[in-house]
């Protein structure tokens, strides 16, 4: 069972470049979350969704871009990378809903020069 | 908005002893749900525990326990019988019982669990 799975584990962008980040789950998780990670700042939410055709915007949106057109599929789009987005990022997705009973990826280690 | 604060960023116990990692929380709500997760050197985060507010009963699992003090609003893990595999980063998190399934969670900042031998 191979529950979230998110590529790649390690990227390294020059500014200004956009990528996507990817995340799969095959739980049938209708609900699915992105966070990242930052040294003594815990997790933030960056966006969210309840399920497929449905996203919302969480703490920090800003810069990120994401689209839900298949129940096990939630991508994270860096639209114009900036050294500020460097963090490890964590793709989440529950049956239960979008804080309970978490079950989370690997993380992706994304450096901006 | 809710904070959770965890104010030791680095714990270190000895195999086989027990441990406690402290959490305390600000809310105005009376009805929400706590969380501990674990975060190993794999960086895959694992829910270790829940705690329901409503229930006085604090929530056990194996060797992991709570102390829950809603007054005080804090919510400690007590981890007994420490074991090598329990070093990690330890996260508390908050979230409320209202705003149904879109309620979102709020995290401390981590406590990193060294275990020695």
């Known amino acids: 069972n191979a529950g979230v799975t998110q590529t790649p584990k390690f990227q390294v962008l020059k500014t200004g470049q956009s990528m996507t980040l990817q995340c799969a789950q095959d739980?049938?998780?209708?609900?699915m979350s992105w966070y990242r990670q930052d040294p003594g700042m815990g997790l933030r939410l960056i966006h969210y969704?309840?399920?497929?055709?449905?996203?919302d915007q969480g703490e920090v949106p800003n810069g990120y871009n994401v689209s839900r057109s298949t129940t096990e599929d939630f991508p994270l789009r860096l639209l114009s990378a900036a050294p500020s987005q460097t963090s490890v990022y964590f793709c989440a997705s529950s049956k239960q809903g979008i804080g309970e009973k978490l079950f989370f990826g690997s993380g992706t280690q994304l450096s901006v020069l | 908005a809710q904070t959770v604060t965890q104010s030791q960023p680095e714990m270190s116990v000895q195999e086989a002893e027990t441990v406690t990692l402290s959490c305390t929380y600000d809310?105005?709500?009376?009805?929400?749900?706590l969380f501990w997760y674990k975060q190993p050197p794999s960086r895959q985060m694992i829910l270790v525990i829940r705690q329901e507010a409503y229930k006085q009963q604090n929530a056990t699992e194996n060797r992991f326990s709570v102390n829950f003090q809603k007054a005080a609003k804090s919510f400690s893990l007590k981890i007994s019988d420490s074991q090598l595999g329990d070093a990690a980063m330890y996260f508390c998190a908050y979230r409320s019982a209202y705003s149904g399934t879109a309620s979102k969670l709020t995290f401390g900042t981590g406590t990193r669990l060294q275990v020695t031998l």
């Open positions: 739980m049938n998780h209708e609900y």
């Open positions: 969704s309840v399920g497929a055709g449905i996203t």
């Open positions: 809310t105005s709500e009376s009805d929400y749900y």
